[in-house]
Structures are given as structure tokens and as C-alpha cells.
């Protein structure tokens, strides 16, 4: 009798640890299923807000571009009729009235440029490049400003310019903007026309030397 109940004492302490330790090792995987779970969860969500960044990013970027090129087109028709600019504001220009007219539209376009796809533009430096230019333009066709030195006047303005349309060019290629660069003082007494400090290659232009 007493070997009997010894045997059971022992099966049931067997099927005890059995039971403990299955439950332990049923708890156990539930916790590493539940962790394993979360953390994919984890990863799934960071890469989902991941992925929504860059489309942002890149939403954000081709916005940039496209209103860069847009600026770009408006600039090349203000360079076009940049002789003109001294007369815009003169009713007798010196050279032809269609010019000063074709030279004052043109001016027209960058300003309302600047109250639209500029907006698109997240740098700021890019930004007031593009309106100190503006404000170069209007100073020279409206306010006479440096106007004892026309070819002078044209010449700032038409660097300046050029300037901004490189400043452009890095936002649609994703470059570094060229350097900063203050913009000229049109009634300055020196008669050397306005230059940035780093000239690219590309820089040079034929009309340049007019």
C-alpha cells in the first residue's frame, strides 16, 4: 500500500511539472508571438510613415521644379528685352516704344511670378533672390534709379538675373544654389558692372560684353 501510494504521489507530481511547465511554455510563446506581432506592427507603421514622408518630399520637390521652370520662361522674356528696361518708365524711350512695351509686360510677368509659382518654393534664399530681382527691375524701369548709367544699369540687372536663373536651375536639378551674393547697388559710383563672387563655368553669356 505504501509503494502504491508512494507511485501515485510521484505520477502526480510528474503530471504536475507536466502541466506547470506546459502552461509556462504555452505563456511563454504567447508573449514572443505578441512581441514578435507588436513589433512588426512597429515596423510596418514607421515604414508606412516613412514612405508618406518622402511621397510628401517628393510631391514637394517636383512642385519646386515645375515652378522653377515656370520663373525660368518668365525671366528668359524679361532678358530678352533687358535694353529696354531704362525706358519702361519714360514716354519717349530711347529706343523703340514696342520694346519699352514688350520690356514693360515682360517686367509684369516676374512680379506676378513672384505672387505665384514663387509660393511653390520652399527655400527662402531662392525666394528673395527672385524678389530682390524684382525690385531690381522696377528700380531701374520706374524709379530711374542709377539712371546716369544706363549700360551700367542694364549690365547689374542682366548678371543678377543670370544669377537667379542659376539659383532656379539648382531647385529643378536638386543642387547647391550658387554662392550668396548681396545684390547690386544700382546708384553705386563705381561704373564696373555687378558680378557674383563665384562665377561658374557656364556663366558666360555673349551678350555679357555689351
Given at each position: 500500500m505504501g509503494n502504491l501510494t508512494e507511485f501515485i504521489a510521484q505520477a502526480a507530481s510528474a503530471l504536475f511539472g507536466t502541466l506547470v511547465g506546459g502552461a509556462i511554455t504555452v505563456h511563454v510563446a504567447r508573449w514572443q508571438t505578441a512581441r514578435t506581432l507588436t513589433a512588426q506592427a512597429q515596423i510596418a507603421a514607421s515604414q508606412q510613415a516613412a514612405n508618406a514622408t518622402l511621397a510628401i518630399e517628393q510631391r514637394d520637390r517636383q512642385r519646386a521644379a515645375v515652378a522653377a521652370h515656370n520663373l525660368l520662361e518668365r525671366l528668359a522674356t524679361l532678358y530678352a528685352w533687358l535694353p529696354s528696361?531704362?525706358?519702361?518708365?519714360?514716354?519717349?524711350?530711347?529706343?523703340?516704344?514696342?520694346?519699352?512695351?514688350?520690356?514693360?509686360?515682360?517686367?509684369?510677368?516676374?512680379?506676378?511670378?513672384?505672387?505665384?509659382?514663387?509660393?511653390?518654393?520652399?527655400?527662402?534664399?531662392?525666394?528673395?533672390?527672385?524678389?530682390?530681382?524684382?525690385?531690381?527691375?522696377?528700380?531701374?524701369?520706374?524709379?530711374?534709379?542709377?539712371?546716369?548709367?544706363?549700360?551700367?544699369?542694364?549690365?547689374?540687372?542682366?548678371?543678377?538675373?543670370?544669377?537667379?536663373?542659376?539659383?532656379?536651375?539648382?531647385?529643378i536639378d536638386g543642387g547647391a544654389l550658387p554662392a550668396h551674393a548681396v545684390p547690386p547697388v544700382l546708384d553705386r559710383p563705381d561704373g564696373a558692372a555687378w558680378l557674383p563672387p563665384q562665377i561658374p563655368r557656364h556663366w558666360r553669356d555673349p551678350a555679357d560684353a555689351s
Open positions: 528696361l531704362p525706358d519702361v518708365g519714360l514716354e519717349t524711350p530711347i529706343l523703340s516704344i514696342a520694346a519699352r512695351d514688350k520690356c514693360r509686360a515682360a517686367m509684369e510677368s516676374i512680379r506676378h511670378g513672384m505672387q505665384t509659382d514663387l509660393f511653390a518654393i520652399a527655400d527662402s534664399e531662392v525666394r528673395d533672390r527672385y524678389r530682390s530681382l524684382v525690385a531690381l527691375s522696377y528700380d531701374v524701369g520706374y524709379r530711374q534709379v542709377g539712371h546716369t548709367d544706363r549700360p551700367r544699369q542694364i549690365r547689374d540687372v542682366r548678371h543678377y538675373l543670370r544669377y537667379v536663373q542659376l539659383s532656379l536651375e539648382a531647385v
